[in-house]
């Protein structure tokens, strides 16, 4: 009893004396805004732009991927969409083809635009079904993207509840996540 005793005051003076550990998540997409200012499109720029985030993500299969994603992402891209940072558009390439081995479908809907500055934001809807699930999960979210002088994507920054669109329809941690949620 005196090792438990003593095993668990060392434990709270070890956690009591190294203070409030902080944990920056804005300071990689602040440093990627920082190396890809982007640029402002002209309006026929603007619409082409955004149409070809619309028909990317209208229907996602491994033949639509290969086929978009060089006119659609800038060989460095910048991508974060809450489940996974990525740089490269080959990284993000092999992340989107990976998506049809889990899912039955993806298909995103967009549902409108603005622009502030040389950063565009696009608010959506998407629905996915996982492979074995028995509904659709919708999501709703805002991607803020950035665009080169062709009008490619060099920072994808998506703002969404992955915990709704995701973690909650895995297998036990979903319960958990449902679980946390209803606490607080």
């Given at each position: ?9 060392m ?40 149409g ?7 229907d ?15 060989p ?62 919708r ?15 060099v ?5 969404w ?24």
């Amino acid at each position: 009893m005196k090792r438990i005793s003593a095993g668990l005051l060392m434990a709270v003076l070890l956690c009591g004396c190294a203070g409030p550990a902080v944990y920056d998540h804005a300071a990689p997409v602040v440093e990627a805004e920082a190396a890809r200012p982007g640029v402002v499109l002209d309006a026929e720029a603007e619409r082409k732009a955004i149409g070809r985030f619309d028909a990317f993500f209208a229907d996602v299969s491994v033949e639509s991927i290969r086929s978009q994603i060089d006119g659609f992402y800038a060989p460095d891209v910048y991508f974060n969409d809450t489940l996974k940072t990525l740089r490269g558009r080959q990284a993000v390439e092999a992340y989107f083809l990976r998506m049809p081995e889990h899912t039955d479908f993806v298909r995103g809907k967009t549902l409108d635009h603005s622009r502030s500055g040389a950063n565009y934001y696009v608010r959506w809807i998407l629905d996915v079904r996982y492979k074995g699930a028995k509904e659709t999960v919708r999501t709703m979210g805002v991607t803020l993207l950035r665009f080169d002088k062709e009008g490619r994507v060099v920072l994808h920054q998506d703002f969404w509840d992955s915990s709704a669109g995701f973690y909650e329809h895995l297998p036990v941690l979903g319960g958990v996540m449902r679980w946390i949620k209803s606490k607080i």
